[in-house]
């Protein structure tokens, strides 16, 4: 079985992974700004706990890291639900235009963000759930 330590890098990769694919997808595009903005923020957090990870021993590493700030920024993502934020957004853009092929673009798009950000937010909950069953 993996350590805590590989499972936790693996998961974080992955949460890294698909915020870029997020990044990209909203990157430039004002209607999506807050998710860019989001999908930066996962990142920059990734990063710095891809960071404090490669300092921890495998000893120290559950302690070490359940008290790193970068942590706390991420399980904070978890309930801040921007994708809700940003389907009202779209539904408002899309007003009597719903049916139109402009409409079902959105639509698409916003399926595509959607199922992005719900499997990032999985994983963070995952990561935060690997350190809660380590400590018990």
Not at 43 to 59: F, G, H, I
Request: glycine share 6%; net charge negative.
């Amino acid at each position: 079985m993996k350590s805590i330590k590989k499972r936790f890098k693996s998961l974080l990769a992955e949460i890294e992974q698909l915020a870029s694919e997020l990044g990209l997808l909203c990157a430039g595009l004002p209607l999506l700004s807050e998710m860019q903005q989001t999908a930066d923020k996962i990142l920059r957090a990734c990063e710095d706990l891809s960071s404090q990870v490669s300092e921890l021993k495998k000893a120290a590493f559950r302690d070490g890291i359940a008290e790193a700030e970068a942590l706390a920024e991420l399980e904070e993502m978890v309930d801040s639900d921007a994708i809700s934020v940003l389907e009202d957004r779209f539904f408002a853009e899309l007003g009597n235009h719903a049916d139109s092929g402009a409409g079902e673009f959105l639509q698409q798009l916003l399926e595509k963000i959607d199922k992005r950000y719900t499997k990032m937010i999985e994983r963070i909950q995952q990561l935060s759930a690997l350190l809660d069953e380590d400590g018990e």
